[in-house]
C-alpha cells in the first residue's frame, strides 16, 4: 500500500496501484443499481460493470505505455482513480512523431475493443442500451467509443491535447506549442464550464479539470524549456555541511538550527554513502533520540548526478527519487548537492531576469 493507493499486482512488468477512493465509486454504484428495482441482482451487476470499465482503462493506459516503452520510455506505474487512469511515464518523447503516437495509443485501444464489440452485439441491442439491468456487452460497447471521444477531445490532460501539442510542435518551438494547445483547452474548459452552469454539473467539474491540466502542462513545458541545455554545476549548492555515519543526530539538529541547510550528505572516506533528510532526522529524533548514530537514520538509497549533467535530467531523477537531496559526484567526490528549492530559485531568478531584459529601456 502506497499512501491511499493499493497495489492491485503487475501487467506487462508495470505496477498497476487502486486509489482507496475506488471503493467509495464501487459501493456508490451498488446502491444507486439496487435503489433503481430494489434487486441485488441489479447492484452486483453494476459492480461487476465498473470492475470491467476499469479493466478497460487499464488496456488503455497499456497502449500509452507500451507504445512508450517501445520507444525507449519506461512507466512508473498505473493508478486507477474514481475519475478513470493515469499511466506515469517517465517523460514524454524528444519526438513530436512519437509523442503523437503514444498520445494516440490509449483511444486506438478503446477503438479497437469496440470494433471488436461490434462484431458480437446486435444492432438493436446497442442501438437501445439500458444502463440498469441492459445488454452487458452493448454497455462495454458504448463505454470504449465514449472513452475513445472524449479522450480525443483536444484539451489537456486528455490524449487530444497531446497529439494537437505533437502536431504543432512539428511545426513550430515545442514551447510555443504547448501553449497554443493550452490556450485551445482552456477555451473549451471555458465552453464546458458555460454549458455545465445551465444544464450538467458534472461538465462544470470536467471544465476545472481541463482549465487546471491545460495551465499545467504550459507550465511544465516551460520549465523544460528553462531546463534543457543547463549543466547541474550551475544550479546545484557548492557550500554545504556533510556528517559522517558515527556522528549524532544531536550533531545533525545544530546544523539545522544554525543554517538553511535540511537534508545531509552523508560521507565516509571521501565517499557518499547515504543521505539524512529532514524527515529520517525527525523521526529518528522522535523514536530513538538525539544520541542516535546517523548511520541509523540516513537513507543508503539514493541517486546522484554529475556536474556535467544536463539539469533537466537531473530534476526528473530527483522528483522520482523519493529523496530531496541530490548529491553531485565528480569522480567519487562530493562537489555539491542539489534540491528542489534551489532548483525553484533558479527557476525564479531566470523568470525576474527575462522579465528585466523584455522591459523597454527608458529614453531620456
Known sequence: MTGWSWKLGRVAGIDVYMHGTFLILLAWVAV?????????????????F???????????????ALTARHYG?????????????????????DDPKQELLVALAGPAVNVALAALLAGVVTPTAWQDVQ?????????LLWV?????????IPAFP????????????????????????????????????????FSNPFL??????????????????????????????????TRFETLAPTETLQRALAHVLAGFQQDFPVVEAGRVVGVLTR???????TQTGADTPVAAAMTSHFDSAEPSEMLEGAVQRLQTSGCPALPVVRDRELVGVLTMENVGEFLMAHSALRTSAARPTPVA
Open 158 to 197: 486528455m490524449d487530444g491535447g497531446r497529439a494537437l501539442r505533437a502536431v504543432l510542435a512539428m511545426r513550430m518551438d515545442y514551447v510555443r506549442a504547448t501553449q497554443i494547445a493550452a490556450h485551445i483547452g482552456q477555451g473549451l474548459a471555458l465552453v464546458f464550464g458555460l454549458v455545465g452552469l
Open 73 to 93: 520510455i519506461r512507466t512508473r506505474d498505473i493508478s486507477l482513480l474514481p475519475i478513470g487512469g493515469v499511466a506515469r511515464l517517465e517523460r514524454m518523447p
Open 279 to 285: 524527515a529520517n532526522l525527525m523521526k529518528g529524533l
Open 144 to 152: 470504449n467509443v465514449s472513452l475513445a471521444v472524449f479522450n480525443l
Open 204 to 237: 462544470v467539474f470536467i471544465a476545472l479539470f481541463v482549465w487546471m491540466g491545460a495551465a499545467s502542462e504550459a507550465s511544465a513545458a516551460l520549465t523544460r524549456s528553462v531546463l534543457g541545455g543547463i549543466p547541474v554545476s550551475r544550479v546545484m549548492i
Open 50 to 64: 465498473i470492475l470491467a470499465l476499469f479493466a478497460i482503462v487499464v488496456l488503455h493506459e497499456l497502449g500509452h
Open 131 to 139: 444502463w440498469v439491468g441492459g445488454d452487458f456487452l452493448s454497455k
Open 32 to 48: 444507486s443499481h439496487y435503489l433503481q428495482r430494489h434487486d441485488l441482482a441489479d447492484a452486483g451487476a453494476g459492480v461487476i
